[in-house]
T-cell receptor, first 114, second 111 residues
């Protein structure tokens, strides 16, 4: 069954701890993305990657880090430097090249920092 | 920087009426414009999209229009039904494969 999978669905962490959110896709997509969604707000881009071993900062990258060692995987680490990490995190992937196609989303991870 | 503005933020319509959501983008290099529907606690899912070489596209009760000169695109839903109630996001994708999303419109269809 092809798709994009995020885990876990819910995550609780204590303030000051780093936490890593998993995102895996088997769609053979080159591009992957991380978005943050706060209640009643839109999707804000944290990081994106167009190809393995390369990634760029989005609009709100401070306090976050990523890696892209494999095409299928794009984990996001929320560090203790992120001042307000409680949010709903969405991972997405898409094709690149000349074809303009949709971004497919994972089911999201709801992170709560207490 | 790149920006997508979306209006209105909330929209209530009577069942059977039409709903229109409007977006404006800033990056003239944007060439692909998808619309997503997100139900509470779920992932956003594509409902319709349009490419920069097309002015209008329709799929049953849903249509999207694009005005490249004005950098505007709009979502039109006709004969709305209660199950259309959700949050709708527009997006613009640039040549760098970056999707920039609008802030969302919460649509309520009143029975």
């Amino acid at each position: 069954d092809g798709g994009i999978t995020q885990s876990p669905k819910y995550l609780f962490r204590k303030e000051g701890q780093n936490v890593t959110l998993s995102c895996e896709q088997n769609l053979n997509h080159d591009a992957m993305y991380w978005y943050r969604q706060d209640p009643g707000q839109g999707l804000r881009l944290i990081y994106y990657s167009q190809i393995v071993n390369d990634f760029q900062k989005g609009d709100i990258a401070e306090g976050y880090s990523v890696s892209r060692e494999k095409k299928e995987s794009f984990p996001l680490t929320v560090t203790s430097a992120q001042k307000n990490p409680t949010a709903f995190y969405l991972c997405a992937s898409s094709k690149t090249g000349t074809a303009n196609t949709e971004a497919f989303f994972g089911q999201g991870t709801r992170l709560t920092v207490v | 920087g790149e920006n997508v503005e979306q209006h209105p933020s909330t929209l209530s319509v009577q069942e059977g009426d039409s709903a229109v959501i409007k977006c404006t983008y800033s990056d003239s290099a944007s060439n692909y414009f998808p619309w997503y529907k997100q139900e509470l606690g779920k992932r956003p899912q594509l409902i319709i999209d349009i490419r920069s070489n097309v002015g209008e596209k329709k799929d049953q009760r849903i249509a999207v229009t694009l005005n490249k000169t004005a950098k505007h695109f709009s979502l039109h839903i006709t004969e709305t039904q209660p199950e259309d109630s959700a949050v709708y996001f527009c997006a613009a994708r640039s040549g760098t494969y970056k999707y920039i999303f609008g802030t969302g419109t919460r649509l309520k269809v009143l029975a």
